[in-house]
């Protein structure tokens, strides 16, 4: 059973994300906070294995809010996993949370659905961002300047040639199981690939792993610049 922890100012947001998330098999919502202040609190008390913080929170809360979750991390302890949502449509919102430690951006706009994927997701490890943002990362990777998120210290060399496939399929945008067509290999096996490829490269989200394909000269931008396209989610 996976546990969250649920942070927004406002009433009804947080009745419509219990509602939504108590429903799902397999979640169950242990607390409910108002403030960053009492996010970071209720967090040392209840360890969830999720930190949901609702749109409600203003930006600069919510990315101090991440900030003194990464840390409460205890030594031998798990880092906190938090899943923000926004209502901002600014990519240095997006950037500011990343870098002080969320594992997943994603609009508030977001479908019910696509939520408790998003949950799901950030539980097991990974990290989410909507594609507009993934897209908007790609396109700052390739023509800068780019965000300022740490560059995996890790070397291309270590990855395996299949590896490096799958690596370079994820800098081009694709999700798992366009990367699984693609190389004509299961998607769970594609999931272990990008989880060895993070571990290898000393990277703990995909964002970070295709920063380091493009500055690892891995994959190259197009001769002629162009924007961002749409594209599609990790699942």
Same mark, same amino acid.
Do not use: W
């Given at each position: ?9 406002? &009433? ?6 219990? &509602? ?7 979640? &169950? ?70 870098? #002080? ?11 019910? !659905? !696509? ?10 490890? !990974? ?12 396109? #700052? ?16 060399? !270590? ?77």
């Amino acid at each position: 059973m996976i546990t969250v922890l649920l942070a927004d100012p406002h &009433t009804l947001h947080r009745l419509g994300l219990r &509602t939504h998330l108590g429903s799902c098999h397999g979640l &169950t919502v242990v607390g409910e906070a108002t403030t960053g202040a009492e996010t970071v609190r209720l967090h040392e008390r209840l360890r969830p294995d999720v930190v949901l913080l609702g749109s409600g929170l203003p930006a600069t809360g919510a990315t101090t809010t991440v900030r003194r979750l990464r840390q409460t991390r205890t030594p031998g302890s798990a880092a906190p996993r938090v899943l923000v949502l926004s209502s901002a449509h600014r990519d240095e919102h997006a950037y500011d949370v990343l870098r #002080a430690g969320a594992d997943g951006f994603l609009p508030a706009t977001i479908t019910p !659905d !696509d939520l408790i994927a998003a949950v799901f997701t950030v539980a097991a490890g !990974d990290a989410v961002v909507s594609p507009r943002l993934a897209g908007a990362l790609i396109h #700052a990777v390739r023509y800068g300047p780019r965000p300022e998120i740490p560059l995996p210290s890790g070397r291309l060399e !270590d990855l395996t040639e299949r590896e490096r496939d799958v690596l370079a399929a994820l800098a081009a945008g694709r999700s798992n199981a366009e990367i699984a067509a693609r190389l004509s290999i299961a998607t769970t096996t594609v999931k272990s690939h990008v989880g060895s490829i993070l571990t290898k490269i000393g990277a703990r989200a995909r964002v970070q792993a295709v920063i380091f394909a493009y500055e690892s000269g891995l994959v190259r931008p197009p001769l002629t610049p162009a924007g961002p396209r749409d594209i599609s989610g990790s699942r």
